[in-house]
């Protein structure tokens, strides 16, 4: 995947790495790493936690938990990568665009995602994706991360939601 975003972004000079927040933190700074590894040049990253931009606010209830948001500096012509661990409906990516757009106007945003699952509700596709899962509907992937969860794994729970 880091091959990919380097790829993507046609090298490194203008490439800010951007996670949300939880395990999409994790997973961008690891490319970043890599990245960092092969090319030799420190990539800026950051974090970003949607949740006040979720368009589902309400249904979170009353005190919704809200992490860090961190950026390093203007993204004004920037290459911004959104990193994340599971693509599904395209809110969360939604509601990342709309934070970014409060922080500058990046000359291009990709995605980059470690899971795929399908069943979009917005016209959002990722730029790079780990792999492509198919899912249903009642289907749950979950990413655990050796950072948060003390290893890594992917999961899918077939007809875990009702």
Known sequence: ???????????????????????????????????????????????????????????????????????????TGKHAVIVDDVLYTGRTVRAALDELADFGRPKRISLCVLVDRGGRELPIQADVVGKVVKTGPGDVVEVQVAELDGRDQVDVVRGARQ
């Open 1 to 75: 995947m880091a091959v990919a975003v380097i790829e993507l972004a046609h090298g490194t000079d203008d490439l800010v790495l951007i996670g949300i927040q939880r395990r999409g933190v994790e997973l961008a700074e690891r490319i970043a790493k890599l990245i960092e590894q092969q090319e030799g040049v420190l990539v800026p990253r950051g974090a970003l936690d949607i949740t006040l931009y979720r368009d589902d606010l309400q249904t979170v209830g009353p005190k919704p938990v809200i992490g860090e948001t961190r950026l390093p500096g203007d993204l």
